[in-house]
């Protein structure tokens, strides 16, 4: 590949092994169950069980308006990165000439930083459509729940109306959760600019913080520990 290096292969298959594997394990593989998307979705379930049972749901409807905010923001600022990394385009000579008198710089060509650029859009507009869909799921899920039926009319099978509402709501916050990895790993791309080698120790850190974040971390110990008897 004209003016790609071997290095930079190393650091492409890198940085999607890290993210594709991670997500795997993360909502696919046999731990997926037991990690804090896991337990999230235990706690959605139970929280449409308790709505049908509450006559005044505009509680549930704020709490699913209060989760589309955090899509709105991620989704405008990936517009907004999007945009800058495009302008970077535009000068791409001033940027590389900035880049490369910086230390321990690897030398790099015009091929190579527009692919590495091209390379940041295109996670940022993965980011910024996954958070748009979340947040169009969202608002699906907000009305399911004005369309449930009173606590006085509930059928015999509750479940029927409270599983759907919460698989669907659970949905929308793994494609949020995908849209926020993006961002993680886009910030881990940047170590490319540098020197290629670098995004390998980098995308090992991300992996590792999002690991202790989603199985490790004090938030998921309190998630699971939640409604169990000490």
Known sequence: MSGFFIYDLLAVGMFLVGWTGFTYAAEHGASAAGNLIGGMALRRADWMRRMLHRDNRMLDIQVVRSLQVSNRFFASTSILIIVGLLAVLGSTDRAIALVMDLPFTFVTTRQAWEAKVLGMVLVFIYAFF???????????????????????????????????????????AKHANRGIRAYYFGLASLAWFVHPLLTIPTVLWVVLVLYRREFRSRTHRLISEYGVPS
């Open 130 to 172: 996954k958070s748009v869909w979340s947040m169009r799921q969202y608002n699906y899920c907000a009305i399911l729940i004005g369309a449930a039926p009173s606590a006085a009319e509930l059928p015999e099978d509750e479940e029927a109306i409270a599983a759907p509402i919460a698989r669907l709501a659970t949905l929308a």
